[in-house]
């Protein structure tokens, strides 16, 4: 009688014991809660970049500008005959609307990319009611519209613009309104906010220069931070946002590079 080829055992497959897992569950917690931190930073640093390159070409566009119109200033105030136009069009969507009016602007023939007109940290678009697309504005003695109090002294023309290097153009600025309604401006006389600005990089905001560099500003002042955060939240409670008695590094720094004439 013929003998029965006995069949190989199967082995069993390997697999992770409960405990094995939770181990490999944890190890991954841990290196997640190491990674994101450097992860969070490395994306926080890009938007820097981007958006000190967007201010970097909007103010190379407004140089252009003025360079091809016998050294006048373009209108630094949202309007038909501005650097952007007001928000306009037949469509429902504001967004839609508002990156018309930046096409239809002065500027968008020198930096056709309605793209360039916002910064990427801005997070304005997704707040319902308040939804905007541009993150910038044209300091108000830029040849743009001055607050009631202020030195009505502007440079109309680029020869006023004493020492351009340190003379800023371009703000960001956060309109409580939403749409960033005019220009940026404060009062001189003495130095006190009236229009907030954006800190979408922390304590930092872009500004682009009258000698077409742009960079990041560090806010030294606890009060600038609060308006910051004030206009962000979309409080449209006060335009005068008030400086403490032992601040003020930061309103004197902006009074200093303003590009009205009378503050050279």
């Not at 006048?72 to 650097?83: F, T």
Request: one cysteine or more; a positive charge.
């Amino acid at each position: 009688m013929a003998c029965r080829r006995k069949g190989r055992i199967p082995m069993k497959k390997a697999a992770f014991t409960l405990v094995e897992l939770l181990v490999v569950i944890a190890i991954i917690a841990v290196l997640m809660a190491i990674l994101m931190p450097s992860l969070r930073a490395a994306r926080d640093h890009a938007k820097r970049i981007h958006c000190t390159n967007n201010l970097r070409n909007l103010s190379l566009a407004w140089y252009m500008y003025q360079d091809e119109n016998d050294g006048k200033l373009v209108y630094g105030r949202p309007a038909n005959n501005g650097w952007v136009k007001t928000p306009t069009g037949s469509s429902p969507n504001p967004i839609e609307k508002e990156k018309e009016g930046i096409r239809q602007g002065l500027l968008f023939p020198f930096v056709k990319d309605v793209d360039v007109y916002r910064c990427p940290a801005d997070a304005r678009k997704k707040i319902p009611g308040k939804e905007t697309f541009g993150s910038y504005s044209i300091a108000g003695s830029a040849n743009g519209e001055t607050w009631d109090t202020s030195d009505t002294v502007q440079a109309k023309i680029y020869a006023d613009i004493k020492r351009p290097t340190s003379k800023y153009i371009f703000v960001e600025e956060c309109d409580p309104r939403g749409v960033n309604v005019g220009s940026w401006v404060m009062d001189f006389n003495p130095a006190k906010w009236v229009d907030p600005f954006a800190a979408w990089h922390g304590r930092r905001s872009c500004l682009g220069y009258a000698d077409c560099h742009a960079e990041m500003h560090g806010w030294k002042d606890e009060s600038t931070i609060e308006m910051c955060k004030l206009a962000a939240n979309m409080d449209t409670g006060s335009i005068r946002y008030p400086i403490p008695a032992n601040e003020g590094e930061d309103v004197d720094f902006m009074a200093r590079g303003n590009p009205c004439k009378s503050h050279d």
